[in-house]
């Protein structure tokens, strides 16, 4: 019997959602940072700069950055981490990976990039000192998988971060829907000529798990101090573990 999971509302065979999600990608990676920018009004990058305070990340420390996109994280770290430390830009997207090296690259940063499947990292258990995720978990199949992986290549001692949008406080949720499924969609195809990979996106969301949800996996992958901080009223939420 095949296996099913979610491609936003749809039910899918597992073998199909990677192809899917990565048409997705391939689709929107020439625009993704300026779809951002207008899809948040700008917030993205605060909630960018509060998880990378978090980080903290100190010269000479090993950062893995899974599903890193056009680089954001990976930039910030790589200049905090310094020459003696080692910063790693991965992404399952060829087409997202590229964008995110060729823009490292211009901004005189040449750090190692790598086309991987963050339920199989290619990396050494306890190796890392920080690990982060942010907009990725919920394109990822099977999340348990991917958030076990993540504890197994922490060193003691390390944290992890994951940044996703989360479930919006319930007053704003009706017009957040509006917003969603009606506002997104309309930017997607006059910006990126792209509705549906919008519509995707919306439709992802939901399907995500809620802050709770999300923290007790963290918690059963091994990880311990799991909290979360909800950004812009639970819009999106960073949540932290470390591992012991």
């Known amino acids: 019997m095949t296996n099913t999971t979610h491609f936003g509302y749809q039910t899918v065979a597992e073998e199909d959602k990677v192809q899917k999600v990565a ?8 625009k993704y940072d300026v779809m951002n920018d207008l899809m948040s009004g700008g917030l993205h990058r605060l909630w960018k700069t509060f998880t990378i305070a978090q980080a903290g990340v100190r010269p000479g420390f090993k950062v893995l950055d899974i599903a890193g996109g056009t680089g954001d994280l990976a930039k910030a770290f790589a200049r905090q981490a310094g020459p003696t430390g080692e910063v790693w830009l991965t992404d399952i997207n060829e087409s997202m990976l590229r964008v995110g090296r060729d823009r490292l690259l211009n901004k005189g940063l040449a750090i190692p990039t790598l086309l991987c499947d963050a339920e199989r990292l290619p990396f050494p258990s306890n190796h890392f000192d920080r690990v982060s995720v942010a907009f990725g978990l919920r394109n990822m199949t099977h999340k348990d998988v991917a958030l076990a992986e993540m504890q197994r290549v922490l060193k003691p001692g390390g944290k992890l971060l994951v940044l996703e949008f989360s479930k919006v406080w319930e007053p704003l949720q ?16 006059r910006i990126a000529k792209d509705s549906d990979s919008y519509r995707y996106l919306a439709e992802s969301i939901r399907m995500h798990p809620d802050q709770e949800t999300l923290k007790s996996m963290m918690e059963a992958a091994g990880l311990d101090r799991v909290q979360y901080f909800n950004l812009t009223a639970g819009v999106a939420a960073l949540h932290t573990g470390v591992k012991l």
């Open 23 to 30: 048409e997705v990608f391939h689709s929107v990676a020439a």
């Open 174 to 189: 009706k017009p957040y829907d509006v917003y969603s499924f009606s506002v997104l969609p309309w930017l997607g195809e």
